[in-house]
């Protein structure tokens, strides 16, 4: 890894994951280090365990402990980079949240909190970013959306209509900064085996096998499935691609 490049046209940069400290987010964090850039795990508490695994990949990591929803916190994210490193060349943002919920009983509240995290923290968190891809002429913005937007299960009406934002303002945002040097696309997974969705109800009402059922490849996912394409989306091969969103779900949306 170069230690002291940064910047477009240099191997080194500086990427922040958001919702890094496990699961999906965690994988994404290991996979940009083992590509060569320090990390930056923004999460609501420790993130411990990415961060021995990013060290053991022979990465640079801070973690910074925000709320993603909340834009003083994301504010003092953005300081923490740049006291740390100066610059942010990649973010991705995965974190996201998904109370499995009819729509008749969603109150105000959750849909608030829903839109809030995942919405919301997208024009958070690239006001905060953006300004350095721009001025650096290189970045490379990807977004965390799903495909429960194309397939519009049932239940996740809140969930849905959220990532139908992100992806809503992955394309616009593309059509904004090309010209910048940044690219802005969304990774859309289908249903991901991770300690959060097994600990939620997916697991007890037997929505892993229901979905594998509909999928071409009939196993379930597991963050490892998503490292090859944040590696790709943040690298120079993919300097043409943009306001795109890659599906990986084992074939489920087949767009």
Known sequence: MNSTAQGGGTDRKVAVVTGGAAGIGQAYALRLAQDGHAVVIADLGPADETEKLVREAGGEVLSVETDVADAESVAR??????KRFGRADILVHNAGI?????????????????MGVNLDSVYHLTRAFLPWMKANGWGRIVFVASTAFHTGPAGLVTYAASKGGVIGFTRSLATEVGDFGVTVNAIAPGMVRTPGTLAGPQQDAGLFDAVVATQAVKRVGVPEDLMGVVSYLTSEAASFMTGQTLAVDGGVARL
């Open 77 to 82: 994210l953005a300081s923490a980079v740049a």
């Open 98 to 114: 998904y109370p499995v919920v009819p729509f008749e009983e969603t109150d105000w509240p959750t849909w608030r909190k829903v």
